[in-house]
């Protein structure tokens, strides 16, 4: 699991005002530290919270029994998208070496565009043991019993495979998305 | 019966083998629906209903408040007519031989009894699950469901008689009399062949040079595993066709219960587990390897005393004494 936090000097009055355990996925920042002291934020976009977890996003015909709403900063690492976070860290520890004060803005920019995109390629690669093994890992609700020998993650794995709508709603928040 | 005028919908009691199936009848405007989901194709079964639930609350070690089995459930309201739902899939076909016993031995007749047969779902992806183990009920549209039932009548009472027969031979203590009549066949009863694959799964083999090997789901367990530690999450998902199909039967909980049972079995034990994280997770609680005592069961020969007890249907395999072994005919013969 990797924590996101909240720590970027930009964001941190924007989180100040709406309270950080308010936050939306679209609203998480990872804390990079590719050396350009706590300013390099970056924005996680709804492509990259769907990998593991859109919650909020998608259909809920029922809620599920947290006792607290889901921080969406709390969110696993696939090992693909940890390589984008390590291909950004490394692009934005080289923008803090650029001496000049104009470009650092535009390197991080396209670090940033460069993450992006490898992030929403690792949300279209999600197979659907990808997505039971984030399930397994979200613990209760998602690992419930159904029926004894089967918990919802697999439940919601079988359905994805087998390209079927998802029996239960409950299978979005726990991080499945539609099987393609 | 059409979607407008579903009058059997609510005045029936409705027996739906799984939750899912459960939910939709009473989305669809069934009042009576009695869930009976269980996965009866492994684990303890018996006859007698107050021990049946007995035995299967203690074999899944249940800390779910949920009863998703309710069958024999006091206070059931057994009213005639009543309709159960069952698939093509093979756990759905022995719930469907149980809940005819249990409904007989509510008192009502065959006649009383509405079968609503569903063919397999033709959506999806045909090359999942060759063994149908996850269709459902709830796999079809409403109009389908409606449909059906407006077509279910009971089954001839030579039909019905068979299906409580069958259910009689699969908790038998000698689990030949069901083995025979799956290898030779019924008619009426084609899901005979996928049931018995599956059952005769977790059953030791005696091979034709007369050695003993372990059951199919055991050896494919043994070659999952290797001396790193790997969590059930990662030995159910990874591994050839014939453990996909297997575990796809079995279920996720299954796998991380079978690896408990050979880590608690033998001093020193084929499998060793470690504590990992989320306790309350059976899937990611232990982690678990191979020792050098386990490394030649690979080959999946085996002394019988070497594989952990597992109970199954009316019976269980590698008991301490006088085992059940399946013989290469398909016949279960004591050794």
Known sequence: ?180 | VTRANPPLLRAATHVALDTATSERLQALGATNVVRAGDMLLIGPSRGEGVEHARLRKAWWSSSESEEWDRLYAPEVRWESPVAIWASQGPADRVNLWRACRRLRDAGLSHRDVLIVDLGHASRGNPDYDPLRCSESVSDHGDDVLLERLGEARPWPRARYDRAVDLWRRYVDADPSGFARACVDGLAGFPELSTVWFLVSSFFPRKMPDGSIHLSRFDELLMNRLSTDWETPVEVYVRGPDAWEQLVCCTGDIFVAMRLDHWAKHGTPPAVERAPWRQRDNPMLAFRYRLTARGLPLQAGVACLGEAPPLLMAGTEAYPPASPWVLSEDGRFVRV
């Open chain 1, 1 to 180: 699991m990797r924590l996101v936090s909240c720590g970027s000097a930009t964001l941190a009055l924007t989180l100040l005002a709406m309270g950080c355990t308010t936050v939306s996925p679209d609203q998480c920042w990872p804390n990079t530290t590719g050396g350009f002291g706590g300013s390099g934020t970056l924005p996680i976009g709804a492509g990259v919270g769907a990998t593991s977890g859109d919650f909020g996003s998608a259909p809920q015909s029922s809620p599920l029994d947290y006792t607290d709403p889901p921080n969406p900063c709390l969110e696993p690492e696939s090992p693909c998208l940890g390589k984008c976070l390590t291909a950004y860290e490394v692009a934005a520890a080289g923008c803090a070496r650029i001496a000049t004060d104009a470009r650092p803005k535009t390197c991080l920019d396209a670090a940033y565009a460069a993450y992006m995109s490898c992030a929403g390629a690792c949300a279209a690669s999600q197979t659907c043991t990808d997505m039971y093994v984030a399930c397994q890992d979200k613990g209760y609700p998602c690992t419930r019993v159904i029926e004894g020998s089967l918990s919802l993650c697999g439940v919601c794995r079988r359905d994805c495979q087998k390209k079927n709508p998802y029996k239960y709603s409950e299978c979005y928040k726990c991080g499945f998305s539609d099987p393609r």
